[in-house]
């Protein structure tokens, strides 16, 4: 096995800021809906919009990076090797069989992260943000003549339902990460930025 470096410091410091403001924004999030109690409903929605605001500015410099950078190639869907992805995830994966795609800084996600990651960020991000932000200003919707077209029923509905698919695509990308030879070897990657990967890949 050879160490290789594939996630660079911005990647890193993106990807754990992110996943900690997801974390206290689902938080925050299920208790204005009511779901639980543990900070109280008004300083949950206060807190709910300044996480919210501040994953916005870390996901406009994300977006920026991404595209001075060329990495945002990383998350073009292909059909190579997808099949022998998926059973290895659902069967060879427990018969410790050597994983089928062979990672490099050029080619940092398999076929099946590159789907998921490309829902996340074209499907759940987007429902998030423009019902969030159009749940957030509820009160401007006649100023701004939106009351005529839109429902707070329905928006807050969307709201909900892309709640409910980040926690589900939050709660797999932890899976995810554990399912690997060493079990921490993932979460390692993610903190010094380097893989270990067979030599003479």
């Known amino acids: 096995m050879k160490k290789v470096f594939i996630y660079s410091s911005f990647e890193r410091f993106w990807h754990w ?58 998350y073009i869907p292909t059909t190579q090797k997808l099949v022998e992805v998926m059973v290895y995830y659902t069967k060879g994966i427990f018969h410790h069989l050597p994983h089928p795609y062979k990672l490099t800084k050029l080619r940092k996600h398999n076929p099946l992260q590159r789907l998921a990651y490309l829902f996340f960020k074209l499907i759940i991000s987007p429902t998030t943000w423009v019902s969030g932000l159009l749940y957030m200003y509820f009160a401007e919707w006649t100023t701004w003549g939106l009351d005529g077209y839109l429902s707070l029923f329905w928006v807050a509905g969307a709201h909900t339902a892309a709640a409910f698919l980040m926690m589900a695509f939050f709660c797999g990308h932890v899976y995810m990460a554990f399912v690997c030879s060493p079990i921490t070897a993932h979460l390692r990657a993610m903190i010094t930025g380097y893989e270990e990967v067979e030599e003479g890949e």
């Open 17 to 74: 800021t992110q996943a900690v403001l997801i974390v206290f924004l689902m938080l925050s999030g299920f208790e204005v809906h009511g779901t639980y109690i543990l900070w109280g409903f008004e300083e949950s929605v206060q807190l709910h919009r300044y996480l919210a605001w501040g994953l916005v500015i870390l996901w406009a410099f994300a977006i920026f990076w991404h595209i001075t950078t060329g990495n945002w190639r990383q």
